[in-house]
């Protein structure tokens, strides 16, 4: 059952479940090692293999988001990064804990004015350079060190505010680029209610290639409708043979953008041959076919590039 390897930390592991306070083993790369060794600020020599560093020791942003906890409304559990640094400081600690902290930091800057001293009067003992410190001497300290502290937390939040202006500029850059229901679907990992403009945009790639669609959605993890909701959204389209009434509602709308060049059309009569078997129409509920070739005509701009189908 280990205790928390910070000098002057009380956390306790039999304690965790009371607290909320996980711990955790020091890293194994050497370098992030020896940043956590030196953090714990321990004047002792400790098995480093065997210790651990409790939670209240680290920021928020120090830890992973548990997405699968979120996703399955349960326990979350508190994974380090890979980057993440211990900070000697007196957040979530008791009293008592806050004491014993401010006792090492203390000591800590005692001996970096004794070592000062030294290589001032170039002694070799750094231990009978300074003479035992007053009372006075002690609140000099003491001060020295909560300024100290008030600086590194001044720094930190500087350095956490940066951070979230960071973060928020790429939050603007993604809101431009997704939609609503892709970064549902990013934050999430689902969306129940895909936007029509999703679902085109999703429907046009399939068309241009079945291959292509799953590449985009499946290796490259673009948020996109999956292929199930595509035939569901289909299945509630229907037109019927003759000349098509959404067609002629969405030229009415469209018509205010065009230019009066655009506005110069013409129509297009073409025959497309089609598989002859029999169509069931969900909607319609009818059979169609079979038909081996069918009519269409377009509505295509002189000199732009729209062309809208509204006759088949």
């Not at 304690?15 to 370098?31: A, L, Q, V, Y």
């Not at 906890?69 to 008592?96: D, H, Q, W």
């Not at 300024?147 to 928020?168: D, F, G, H, T």
Request: proline residues 3%.
């Amino acid at each position: 059952m280990p205790c928390c390897a910070v000098a002057g930390c009380s956390n306790h592991s039999r304690h965790s479940k009371e607290t909320g306070i996980s711990f955790h083993r020091f890293p194994t790369d050497i370098d992030l090692r020896k940043q956590w060794v030196n953090a714990c600020k321990r004047a002792d020599e400790f098995k480093v293999d065997n210790a651990k560093v409790c939670s209240a020791h680290f920021g928020e942003h120090d830890f992973e988001r548990d997405l699968k906890s979120e996703l399955l409304n349960t326990k979350s559990r508190r994974i380090l990064k890979n980057t993440a640094v211990p900070f000697f400081g007196l957040s979530n600690l008791n009293e008592r804990a806050i004491s014993r902290l401010k006792r090492v930091e203390s000591r800590e800057t005692k001996k970096q004015i004794s070592n000062i001293f030294c290589e001032i009067a170039n002694i070799d003992e750094p231990s009978d350079a300074i003479p035992e410190s007053t009372n006075d001497e002690n609140l000099i300290v003491n001060d020295k060190s909560e300024s100290e502290y008030n600086l590194l937390l001044n720094k930190q939040l500087a350095e956490a505010i940066a951070k979230i202006s960071v973060l928020e500029n790429k939050l603007k850059s993604y809101e431009s680029l997704f939609t609503k229901s892709q970064q549902q679907y990013i934050l999430q990992g689902q969306c129940r209610s895909w936007s029509q403009e999703d679902v085109s945009k999703a429907i046009t790639l399939r068309c241009i290639s079945k291959k292509a669609f799953s590449f985009v959605r499946d290796v490259l993890k673009h948020p996109l409708p999956s292929e199930t909701t595509i035939k569901r959204r289909l299945s509630h389209f229907s037109i019927k043979p003759g000349f098509i009434d959404m067609s002629l509602k969405v030229m009415e709308t469209q018509v205010n953008v065009f230019s009066d060049f655009e506005k110069n059309v013409v129509l297009c009569y073409d025959e497309m041959k089609v598989n002859s078997d029999l169509c069931y129409d969900n909607v319609e509920d009818r059979i169609l076919g079979p038909y081996s070739m069918v009519q269409v005509i377009v509505v295509r701009s002189i000199v732009g590039k729209w062309k809208q189908p509204v006759f088949l």
